[in-house]
Every structure is written in structure tokens, then in C-alpha cells.
């Protein structure tokens, strides 16, 4: 990147009180991305959004928009715009003065030219034809289209997204992750979502940063967080990974129930000799089925128990020679039989996809 | 009516039958009364029941009244205006800057004046107002005035004063409520929008509240256009209302037709003040809501 970060934010801290909601955040966003804060809640990912928007005042730390230090500025002075979580569509308005709210103030454009930016930004989500109806009348999908049109008719540096989805059912909210992505791509105005859906932010974003009580654990590309999560913790709130003790001696790892690989061979985030965990995700390994010639790496065990989706099936493997069990998930191909409790079951297993925690 | 009434019909109508009972008898029967009356005239020592509209031809035509209506109402338009616009700024107070586990002690805090009675009050005033009260004695005292003031007291000033101050509380609780019913994140986003916070509050909180506002208008005007214990303490011979005059009319003046006329004028004008504030508020807000 040779231009400087759209965004930089650096030594955020915040205090509610006694309260530490924001513990020294530094981060920097570039222009045209789609940034995820993801978190559980409580842990300052709203907190951090409302710091970017100027709703609420940092304890410390300096707030740069597009060059220009913000720590202190309004939030109707910041090229920023926010999609509020209820929406918060004016209820006294109609669905086009809703639109056109925040271009009262622009006296460089006449009547006709707003309702035009009106109308086109209406088209952009997908309401051609609203613009007279109540704001009352709508239903929650429709409401969000409105605050989103509503936001970018501004043409804003950065929209601020706050779990815009979580109000919605799931065809709904699917339907509009795919939207929003699309309207991104579209506008290419710098979007930061905030999310307590690991699904939503893996689908949705370019980056993801991972917030736990108010500090930014791991910033990552989606996939990278889902393959090389950096902590158990990220591990464990990304998905799901099976944790199995394990030890180092040299250049080699070694874990009970599934054997000795070359630390080399291992995704690993420290190298120190010793006690350690090692994680690998469900679908990272295989069980055999019978006729299945053995691989490099198989270890065996019996099915402990036994969850149908559907498509998928997930087992919980218990791994001979250790009380270890691991789960596996395998999609349910045409043929295949899904095994029983108690079968004696046979898992390959790949050192690549094993992450080793300091 | 000849339709059945079912179970549930029957056991609401029992419900509701006594107390329906007890407001037709002291609701509607001496209005009935009254309106009855309007058509009657007074011949000296007795009623004449033949009904006619020569109280009203009267009311309509001698100077007299139409000047003590016309008061009565621009008392209380002043009294409402005051109250009101006294009113918001203490509402948005307790709903905006009150912590809200310390809100309903301030309600609580705002009823305190109910706890004298009404006459009490306008005691009260009477001693804060009065020619050797308690703001005129303060004022000699000081040597800021040589002799007491006299546009204190009785006179259309005070009676505005008195009603304003009794009739806040009334004022501010409707548009509290307006208030606290406004989604604090359209104040966020109308912020968001590039919005000061005094665009925003013109341009979101105000029209949100006028549903309160309009409620507090009319809860003010409606009792206090017919109030006469207020002009009749405080009020002087300038600050007379039509309450006062029907009062009469019943009282000393021995003709009960033309009070019971006057109630009913000053009825129906206070309908159609009530019936335009809605129509006209309704208007403004474009019905959008």
C-alpha cells in the first residue's frame, strides 16, 4: 500500500467508570475494504464502531479519518456514515425524506437533483418506486435497505455497519450478506461491519479482527483466521477445532492418539520445547470407510457419537490409547453408509493441518 | 337490538353497567340539564319553560359577554402558551439528562405542588403578590422601588401567573412521555446524517414530541378557560373570566337560563379550539405517522 490507511487508529483506550471497554486498540483500514470487528458481546467491538463514528469520546488514543486527526470531532463533521442496529429509520418521514435526510444541507444541489440521488440510491438497494411511502409501513428487511440507502446516498468515506443482519431471519440475513457484498464491490466505499456471527464476518469480509474484552486478538484475511487461528481462544470462538495435548522435543511433535510428526511439517505459532495443544478442524481429517486403503497418517479409534445433518454427518471419534476425542465432520456422499455407536473407526489424518498453540 | 349476546357480551356489559350508570347520572343528566335550561328564560322570580333562543341571541350580541368570552380565551391561550413552553424544557430535562433509575423521583418531585389544595396555592400567590407582599416588601426593602407595585396583583397577569403554575405539572408529564418514546438512535443517526445538535432536535425530537405537545395544549386549555376560583382570588375586576359570569348568573344574579347559555357557548367554543389544534397539528405533521 503506498497510500496511507484510510483509517488509523492508534492506542484506543476507553473507560466506562472503572469499566476498561477499550484496552489499547491500534489498527489501520485501507481504503475499499471490507473490515470485520468480530466478537462476542461485551467485548468493545460497538464500543470501538461508535469511537470511529465520534458517538462516544476515547479515555486515549488518536482517531485519524482520511488523513485528518477526528479524535475530538463531531460525528456530523466525519466522512463517516453508520447503519444503525435498530435501523433507526425516522418514523414521522417518508421512506424518500428518510433518504434524502442528510442532503438538506448540501446547497450545491437543487430539488431535482436530490430527489434524483434519492431515487438512484432507492434503485441501489432495491426500492425503486418507495420513495412516498411510509417509513411506518415497512417490514424489517425494508428498513434496512432504507438505512442503507440512506447512508450511501452521502457518498460517505466509510460506512459503519452494526450487526445490521441480527434482526433478521436467516434467509433474510443470508439473502443480505450476499447484498452487501454486492453494493461493496459496487460503490467501493470502505465498509467496517460489527458482528457476533463468525459465519457472517468469514462470508462477508477482506479482513476480520477478532475482539475479546476490549483488545483486538488476531487481525486476519478470513481464511487465514479459519487455517492459522494465532490463540485457543480464536480458535474455539471461530468454528470448531479438536484440541489434543501434545509435546515438543526438538524438532519434533508428538501427540498421543495420533502420532509423531516433524514440527516443520506442523502450522505453529511457537517452537519452544515442552508441553503444548495442537488443534486441527473437523473437516481436516477423514474417517475410512471400509476398502479405503490406509494413508501416511491414520489413527484409530471407536465412534463415541454419532450427530446427522442431513448433508453432513458429525462424529466424535474416541482415539485408541488416549481419552482423547476428536470430532470429524464428513458430508454425506451418495453410497456412503453413516456409522454406528460403538463402530471401530479408522481417521486420516494430515500434519499440515495441525496448529500448534504456544 | 335483536342480536344474541353471547357469553362474554353479556359478562361485559354487566361490567360495565354500574359505572355506566354512574356517569350517565352525573355526567350526562346535568349537561342535559343544562342544555335544557339554555332554552328557557329568566321573568323575574320564575322560569319561563317556553323554549327559545333569545339567551343566545343575547350572549352573541351584547358586548358584555362576547368581551368577557373573548378574554377568558386569550387567558388561556396565554396560560397554555406559557405553561407549555415552560413546560418542555423541564420534560427534556428528566427524559434526556435525568439518570434513569432517578427519573421517577423527579415526577414524584414535580407533583409536589398538588400536595396543598388548589386554593392554598392561590393564597400563596396572593401573599408573593400582594401590595404589601412578600415581593413588594422585598423590593422597598432594597430601596429598588419607592412605592409597592400595583400591577402585581389582580389583574389578568396574575390570573396567567397562578393558572401557569398550577397547571405545569399537567404540562410536562404528556410530553415527557412523548419524549422518553423517542428511539435515542434516531438522535444518533440525525447526528450521523451531518446534522448540529440543534438542527437535530428541530428536525427529529421536536416533531416526535408533538403528539405530547398537542396533549399538553389541550390539557391546559380546556379546564382552564372555565376555571373561576383563580380570577375571581386573584383576577380583579380586569381578569374576569366567563366562569365567573356563569357563576353569577346562577348566584346573585338570579338567571339561571343565561349562565346555563354561557356554559353552553363556552362549550362548544372550546370544542372547536380543541377540534382545529388536532386538525391543524394532524395537518402539520403530514400525516406520515
Redesign the interface.
Known sequence: MTDAPLIRLRGLQKYYGDYHALRGIDLDIERGEFFSLLGPSGCGKTTLLRVIAGFEDVSEGTVVLAGEEMTRVAPNKRPTNMVFQSYAIFPHLSVGQNVGFGLRKRRDLTADAKDGLIAEALAMVGLDGYADRAAHALSGGQRQRVALARALVLKPKVLLLDEPLSALDKKMREHMQVELIRLQRQVGITFILVTHDQEEALVMSDRIAVMFEGGVAQIAEAEDLYRRPNSRRVAEFIGTMNFLPATVTGDRVSVPGLGEVPLAAVQATATTDGETVVGFRPETATLLFDGQADTDHVASGHVAEVVYYGDMTYYDVALSGTEATVRLSMRNVFGRPVLEIGAAARVAWSPGALVLFR | MGVPLDQDTKRGLTLIAPPLVYALALLAGPLLAVLVFSFWTQDYLTIDRTPTLANYAEALTDPIYRTIMGRSIAISGVVTIVTVILAFPVAYYVSFHVRPDRKSLWLFLITIPFWTSYLLRIFLWKVMLGFNGVINSALTGLGLIDAPLTFLLYNANAVVLTLSHAFAPFAILPIFVALEKI?R??L?????????AVTTFL??TL??AMPGVIAALLIVFIPTVGDYVTPAEVGGPGGLMIANLIQAHFGGLNNAPMGATLAILAMGIVTIIALATVLIARKL??G??
Open positions: 428511539d438512535s434516531l444518533e443517526a440525525a447526528r450521523d446524517l451531518g446534522e448540529t428536525r427529529v416533531p416526535l405533521s403530514g406520515a405517522r
